[in-house]
């Protein structure tokens, strides 16, 4: 595709409507496993997390993780669907060396939940409602790792590594209904539902929803149709997008290539794509054509699960304040206008800004750290704001210092600028830098003296009554102490000076 | 000595307890008579000489120090080679899981070995459980020790054959769809199908999962039972496992009385293709039973007749995706990994010779009646089936207290004669699977030699989900009486091997 010209955003959706559908896999943050009780704390050695259950060993059995069913009621209930009164796990068979069992153990006709909707909010502060076909459970397989090949990929490896730590953690898929009428939104609508999901999980305490660390993982399905007209085209399914920024990314790249090869009167294949990071394109991976039938067919080594209706009411009840609503609250207890909290979550730093608050500093400030400054730097390297070496409490330790006087905001950007560099702490970073503002008069009394002598016409204007020339003066002290004055203290005495 | 290999287990276990003998000897009277006829035979696929004497010993040096010996303490035992036994080989009779040493006990091995039950070795079986005849082993057929030249029955011919060889008192089957039952009737011995999940699986290697049931294998009732007791009860492991108490069977073993309880004849189970000395002898049992105080009524379960064909789409079905593991990835057998070939080539490689033919044949009829478009017409309309008879059962425990019938359409056929002719092979089954696709408890029991060839005759017994004991009852009430009309049990009219 690379070497073709891709139709431009705009003129594919001049022509086309684009229709997603959003399969997320959040991978719960249970002690143990699915169907066992292997811990599924991360990066232990290979291996060692595993039983005959996990490695689908002969003779084995699963047993379902309480816990597990717990979270995905949790889940069902955020996102407003119906909790089955009974369900069942089914088995998902394909061969895959990472599959122990060569089946998954997943819910195919019967999930816990289904039919919900959860509301986004979009960058211009409106609402898009985006519906929920289902929740359902399920397990993660292991992990492979092709070796001798230059790409790492399976293609040219000599060899691969199976690591079945992974195989058996609990996994929560949610699958969206078509989300139709985004049209140029859509690949907004992909990113903010993702953001959104992402937070409600984090809310709920059911996982970290790490997406760099695969905790939260995205399929992108998309398909274009033109304008006005209603039937679903064919769709891609793009595997495994993995930041939400990649999901806006690879939904605009999929609308764009489908357009390109519509208008070209070609036709689009359904298949999986993956998803490159590095130029935001997607290339073609398996064809789904015959190789998808999964045989579904009930788990016959488990029995139905039936959460008993008193069970789900006391969940329901138990629900933490959902992230629309802490928003809200959140937004009156910072003071900040629409405007400002809608810059806050479109920069995703709504935790940080609380964390920081929390660590101390006033809101005001917090704010304009993580959206200036740091932001920048986010956008500059393309990566999350979260994702930032520092954290909410260093920049509330730099907000102190700077409210002790003890940094000006010049100061404080390089202590900032320091900590992202690895040199510790803020204070480390003022120490070893050198940055403290100087306020000692004795220290600064020379350099006041200098600025007087420089620049005589100034000082004589001043002397004449025109204070306001004095910014002049001060900048010149600023310059020769190479910012670290404090310079409230020298605009005092150059006017003691200079009286 | 011989004579130690001719007690029952109860027998074996009051010898022992009692200090008449050591568990030692009679480990080694058993092993020993393993040495002198199991050439012949085949029933054991690994006999692990030194694990049995070293539990001997234990149980043993238990009773020297005054310690309380369980009711099967010191028993020896031939278990089939479908449990995991942590340490010993386990194949299920198949090429794929040669070399295989499983790193854990099943559930039923673990509690075998804490009533210190002496497990001998692991028996011979259909690959995978799959057949009626032990001839689909990939390591030889069994025997059976009434004529060698004929099967023992199957999928549990080993465990069968060595319970009639005497080269162990008890064994350990499993039971799909006749699998415990009909090699029980075809060698004169006793099988029970207990209630599906009553013995946790835990540690069976799955054929159908919906179907295996693990169960006691024995001489005499009242040794099923005791074994019933030693292995059954829930498990946490399984998650289909019943948490209820293990019904009484030892107690009803012993009652001796069916005055007053209500039999059904299945009339289903008759007519074209059941042997006429199999009918004489069941016949016989019938007027028994009357004899007994027991009211005997014939009953219909028409959709019983659906039965074979329902099974052989749910467990082919069950079965494709169960042994869908074995992908030379982990464990077992390995084929064509010589650097050059991808993993899926390995795995088609590695399945294509360790599979036998009719594991292949059920993986494929599976596959296809689960494949999209056809799941409904067939594991749909399957599972609907299995519903119908279930409400067969239940109509007819409504009026009677136990169902019976023989067990299998025939006596035992020649090795070979129907091991082209799947469908023959699989009418085996005919009047055992019922019980597998409702889940409830089954016996076969000896009753009598069938004229024509002297072999010998099983009469199943049916009983409703966790009524177990009424198979225990009937059977132990049915074999005293006709222990006392023969002067002998039934085995001893066998040949000397």
Same mark, same amino acid.
């Given at each position: 595709?690379?070497?073709?010209?891709?139709?431009?955003?705009?003129?594919?959706?001049?022509?086309?409507?684009?229709?997603?559908?959003?399969?997320?896999?959040?991978?719960?943050?249970?002690?143990?496993?699915?169907?066992?009780?292997?811990? =599924?704390?991360?990066?232990?050695?290979?291996?060692?997390?595993?039983?005959?259950?996990?490695?689908?060993?002969?003779?084995?059995?699963?047993?379902?993780?309480?816990?597990?069913?717990?979270?995905?009621?949790?889940?069902?209930?955020?996102?407003?669907?119906?909790?089955?009164?009974?369900?069942?796990?089914?088995?998902?068979?394909?061969?895959?060396?990472?599959?122990?069992?060569?089946?998954?153990?997943?819910?195919?006709?019967?999930?816990?939940?289904?039919?919900?909707?959860?509301?986004?909010?979009?960058?211009?502060?409106? =609402?898009?409602?985006?519906?929920?076909?289902?929740?359902?459970?399920?397990?993660?397989?292991?992990?492979? %790792?092709?070796?001798?090949?230059?790409?790492?990929? +399976?293609?040219?490896?000599?060899?691969?590594?199976?690591?079945?730590?992974?195989?058996?953690?609990?996994?929560?898929?949610?699958?969206?209904?078509? +989300?139709?009428?985004?049209?140029?939104?859509?690949?907004?609508?992909?990113?903010?539902?993702?953001?959104?999901?992402?937070?409600?999980?984090?809310?709920?305490?059911?996982?970290?929803?790490?997406?760099?660390?695969?905790?939260?993982?995205?399929?992108?399905?998309?398909?274009?149709?033109?304008?006005?007209?209603?039937?679903?085209?064919?769709?891609?399914?793009?595997?495994?997008?993995?930041?939400?920024?990649?999901?806006?990314?690879?939904?605009?790249?999929?609308?764009?290539?489908?357009?390109?090869?519509?208008?070209?009167?070609?036709?689009?294949?359904?298949?999986?794509?993956?998803?490159?990071?590095?130029?935001?394109?997607?290339?073609?991976?398996?064809?789904?054509?015959?190789?998808?039938?999964?045989?579904?067919?009930?788990?016959?080594?488990?029995?139905?699960?039936?959460?008993?209706?008193?069970?789900?009411?006391?969940?329901?009840?138990?629900?933490?304040?959902?992230?629309?609503?802490?928003?809200?609250?959140?937004?009156?207890?910072?003071?900040? %206008?629409?405007?400002?909290?809608?810059?806050?979550?479109?920069?995703?730093?709504?935790?940080?800004?609380?964390?920081?608050?929390?660590?101390?500093?006033?809101?005001?400030?917090?704010?304009?750290?993580?959206?200036?400054?740091?932001?920048?730097?986010?956008?500059?390297?393309?990566?999350?704001?979260?994702?930032?070496? +520092?954290?909410?409490?260093?920049?509330?330790?730099?907000?102190?210092?700077?409210?002790?006087?003890?940094?000006?905001?010049?100061?404080?950007?390089?202590?900032?600028?320091?900590?992202?560099?690895?040199?510790?702490?803020?204070?480390?970073?003022?120490?070893?830098?050198?940055?403290?503002?100087?306020?000692?008069? %004795?220290?600064?009394?020379?350099?006041?003296?200098?600025?007087?002598?420089?620049?005589?016409?100034?000082?004589?204007?001043?002397?004449?009554?025109?204070?306001?020339?004095?910014?002049?003066?001060?900048?010149?002290?600023?310059?020769?102490?190479?910012?670290?004055?404090?310079?409230?203290?020298?605009?005092?005495?150059?006017?003691?000076?200079?009286? | 000595?011989?004579?130690?290999?001719?007690?029952?287990?109860?027998?074996?276990?009051?010898?022992?307890?009692?200090?008449?003998?050591?568990?030692?000897?009679?480990?080694?009277?058993?092993?020993?008579?393993?040495?002198?006829?199991?050439?012949?035979?085949?029933?054991?696929?690994?006999?692990?000489?030194?694990?049995?004497?070293?539990?001997?010993?234990?149980?043993?040096?238990?009773?020297?120090?005054?310690?309380?010996?369980?009711?099967?303490?010191?028993?020896?035992?031939?278990?089939?080679?479908?449990?995991?036994?942590?340490?010993?080989?386990?194949?299920?009779?198949?090429?794929?899981?040669?070399?295989?040493?499983?790193?854990?006990?099943?559930?039923?091995?673990?509690?075998?070995?804490?009533?210190?039950?002496?497990?001998?070795?692991?028996?011979?079986?259909?690959?995978?459980?799959?057949?009626?005849?032990?001839?689909?082993?990939?390591?030889?057929?069994?025997?059976?020790?009434?004529?060698?030249?004929?099967?023992?029955?199957?999928?549990?011919? /080993?465990?069968?054959?060595?319970?009639?060889?005497? *080269?162990?008192?008890?064994?350990?089957?499993?039971?799909?769809?006749?699998?415990?039952?009909?090699? /029980?009737?075809?060698?004169?011995?006793?099988?029970?199908?207990?209630?599906?999940?009553?013995?946790?699986?835990?540690?069976?290697?799955?054929?159908?999962?919906?179907?295996?049931?693990?169960?006691?294998?024995?001489?005499?009732?009242?040794?099923?039972?005791?074994?019933?007791?030693?292995?059954?009860?829930?498990?946490?492991?399984?998650?289909?496992?019943?948490?209820?108490?293990?019904?009484?069977?030892?107690?009803?073993?012993?009652?001796?009385?069916?005055?007053?309880?209500?039999?059904?004849?299945?009339?289903?189970?008759?007519? *074209?293709?059941?042997?006429?000395?199999?009918?004489?002898?069941?016949?016989?049992?019938? *007027?028994?039973?009357?004899?007994?105080?027991?009211?005997?009524?014939?009953?219909?379960?028409?959709?019983?007749?659906?039965?074979?064909?329902?099974?052989?789409?749910?467990?082919?079905? *069950?079965?494709?995706?169960?042994?869908?593991?074995?992908?030379?990835?982990?464990?077992?057998?390995?084929?064509?990994?010589?650097?050059?070939?991808?993993?899926?080539?390995?795995?088609?490689?590695?399945?294509?010779?360790?599979? /036998?033919?009719?594991?292949?044949?059920?993986?494929?009829?599976?596959?296809?009646?689960?494949?999209?478009?056809?799941?409904?017409?067939?594991?749909?309309?399957?599972?609907?089936?299995?519903?119908?008879?279930?409400?067969?059962?239940?109509?007819?425990?409504?009026?009677?207290?136990?169902?019976?019938?023989?067990?299998?359409?025939?006596?035992?056929?020649?090795?070979?004669?129907?091991?082209?002719?799947?469908?023959?092979?699989?009418?085996?089954?005919?009047?055992?699977?019922?019980?597998?696709?409702?889940?409830?408890?089954?016996?076969?029991?000896?009753?009598?030699?069938?004229?024509?060839?002297?072999?010998?005759?099983?009469?199943?017994?049916?009983?409703?989900?966790?009524?177990?004991?009424?198979?225990?009852?009937?059977?132990?009430?049915?074999?005293?009486?006709?222990?006392?009309?023969?002067?002998?049990?039934?085995?001893?009219?066998?040949?000397?091997?």
């Amino acid at each position: 595709m690379s070497v073709i010209s891709l139709v431009s955003y705009e003129d594919a959706l001049a022509s086309y409507d684009p229709v997603m559908g959003l399969e997320v896999h959040v991978e719960l943050g249970t002690k143990t496993k699915m169907f066992c009780g292997c811990s =599924t704390e991360l990066g232990a050695e290979p291996n060692s997390q595993t039983c005959p259950t996990c490695l689908g060993l002969p003779g084995s059995l699963p047993v379902v993780n309480a816990v597990g069913v717990e979270s995905a009621i949790k889940i069902g209930l955020a996102l407003n669907c119906e909790i089955a009164e009974w369900c069942r796990f089914a088995r998902k068979n394909y061969f895959y060396p990472d599959m122990p069992k060569n089946f998954q153990t997943s819910q195919y006709d019967e999930p816990i939940a289904f039919n919900g909707y959860l509301d986004v909010q979009l960058e211009d502060g409106s =609402t898009f409602r985006v519906e929920i076909e289902r929740a359902h459970m399920e397990e993660d397989t292991g992990k492979s %790792s092709h070796v001798g090949g230059a790409t790492g990929r +399976i293609h040219g490896a000599t060899h691969s590594l199976l690591d079945y730590n992974r195989a058996g953690i609990p996994l929560i898929e949610i699958v969206t209904k078509p +989300i139709e009428g985004a049209g140029e939104r859509a690949p907004e609508v992909a990113k903010a539902y993702v953001a959104e999901l992402r937070e409600l999980i984090r809310a709920l305490g059911v996982s970290e929803a790490r997406m760099d660390k695969g905790q939260m993982r995205c399929d992108v399905n998309l398909s274009l149709r033109p304008n006005g007209t209603s039937t679903f085209g064919t769709r891609s399914e793009t595997k495994n997008v993995n930041s939400l920024r990649s999901v806006e990314r690879a939904a605009r790249f999929e609308i764009q290539r489908h357009a390109t090869v519509l208008t070209d009167g070609g036709t689009i294949v359904q298949e999986t794509r993956h998803f490159h990071e590095d130029n935001g394109t997607t290339t073609a991976g398996r064809i789904k054509d015959n190789a998808e039938d999964y045989r579904y067919f009930p788990e016959p080594d488990l029995v139905p699960i039936a959460p008993a209706r008193t069970w789900v009411e006391e969940l329901r009840a138990e629900l933490p304040e959902l992230p629309r609503v802490r928003r809200a609250r959140l937004q009156a207890e910072w003071a900040l %206008s629409d405007k400002d909290m809608q810059s806050v979550l479109n920069a995703g730093a709504v935790e940080l800004l609380e964390q920081t608050i929390a660590a101390g500093a006033p809101a005001d400030q917090a704010r304009k750290w993580w959206l200036g400054e740091l932001a920048r730097r986010a956008n500059e390297t393309g990566t999350e704001l979260a994702e930032q070496p +520092i954290t909410p409490a260093q920049v509330a330790r730099v907000c102190a210092l700077v409210a002790e006087g003890k940094l000006n905001d010049k100061l404080a950007r390089q202590v900032i600028e320091g900590v992202l560099a690895g040199e510790g702490e803020p204070d480390a970073v003022v120490e070893q830098r050198g940055l403290a503002v100087v306020s000692d008069d %004795s220290a600064l009394g020379a350099a006041v003296d200098q600025a007087i002598a420089d620049n005589p016409d100034i000082a004589a204007k001043i002397r004449d009554g025109k204070v306001q020339a004095i910014g002049a003066l001060v900048g010149a002290v600023m310059k020769t102490t190479r910012g670290q004055a404090d310079a409230a203290r020298v605009k005092d005495l150059l006017l003691a000076k200079l009286s | 000595m011989t004579d130690l290999i001719r007690y029952t287990a109860a027998e074996t276990a009051t010898a022992i307890a009692s200090g008449t003998v050591s568990a030692v000897e009679v480990a080694q009277a058993h092993l020993d008579r393993i040495d002198a006829v199991d050439k012949k035979v085949n029933a054991f696929l690994h006999v692990d000489t030194e694990g049995a004497l070293a539990a001997a010993r234990a149980v043993d040096a238990k009773r020297a120090k005054g310690e309380e010996l369980g009711p099967l303490a010191g028993v020896p035992l031939a278990l089939k080679d479908v449990f995991t036994t942590e340490g010993i080989p386990t194949t299920c009779g198949s090429k794929i899981l040669e070399g295989w040493i499983p790193p854990y006990d099943a559930t039923l091995t673990a509690r075998l070995k804490d009533a210190g039950v002496v497990i001998l070795g692991k028996t011979n079986m259909d690959e995978f459980a799959m057949g009626s005849s032990t001839e689909n082993s990939a390591f030889g057929p069994t025997g059976n020790p009434w004529d060698l030249s004929r099967i023992p029955g199957g999928s549990g011919g /080993g465990s069968a054959a060595a319970l009639a060889a005497y *080269e162990a008192p008890l064994a350990i089957g499993t039971d799909t769809g006749g699998s415990i039952r009909q090699p /029980g009737a075809v060698t004169g011995t006793v099988g029970v199908k207990p209630t599906y999940g009553s013995v946790s699986r835990y540690g069976l290697v799955a054929f159908s999962s919906s179907l295996d049931q693990g169960g006691p294998c024995a001489r005499t009732v009242l040794d099923a039972a005791l074994l019933h007791e030693a292995i059954a009860g829930h498990d946490p492991l399984d998650s289909t496992s019943i948490d209820a108490p293990v019904p009484a069977v030892v107690a009803a073993a012993k009652m001796r009385d069916i005055r007053g309880m209500r039999i059904g004849i299945v009339k289903e189970f008759a007519g *074209e293709g059941y042997q006429a000395g199999v009918m004489q002898r069941f016949h016989e049992s019938v *007027e028994l039973l009357r004899e007994l105080g027991a009211e005997v009524v014939e009953v219909s379960c028409p959709s019983f007749t659906l039965a074979l064909p329902a099974y052989y789409l749910i467990a082919p079905s *069950e079965a494709s995706s169960n042994l869908a593991r074995f992908d030379a990835m982990r464990y077992g057998l390995r084929v064509g990994d010589d650097g050059t070939r991808s993993a899926e080539d390995v795995t088609a490689l590695t399945r294509e010779a360790g599979f /036998g033919d009719e594991v292949k044949r059920r993986i494929i009829l599976g596959t296809y009646a689960l494949s999209s478009g056809y799941y409904d017409a067939y594991y749909g309309s399957a599972q609907k089936v299995r519903t119908l008879i279930s409400r067969d059962f239940d109509a007819a425990f409504a009026g009677v207290d136990v169902l019976i019938s023989p067990t299998t359409p025939t006596t035992a056929f020649p090795i070979g004669e129907r091991a082209d002719d799947p469908m023959a092979m699989y009418l085996a089954d005919l009047c055992t699977i019922p019980s597998n696709l409702a889940g409830n408890a089954a016996m076969s029991l000896p009753c009598g030699l069938a004229p024509e060839d002297n072999l010998p005759v099983g009469l199943q017994i049916i009983a409703p989900a966790m009524a177990d004991d009424r198979l225990y009852r009937v059977g132990g009430a049915v074999e005293a009486a006709l222990n006392d009309k023969w002067g002998h049990p039934l085995l001893e009219e066998a040949p000397a091997l």
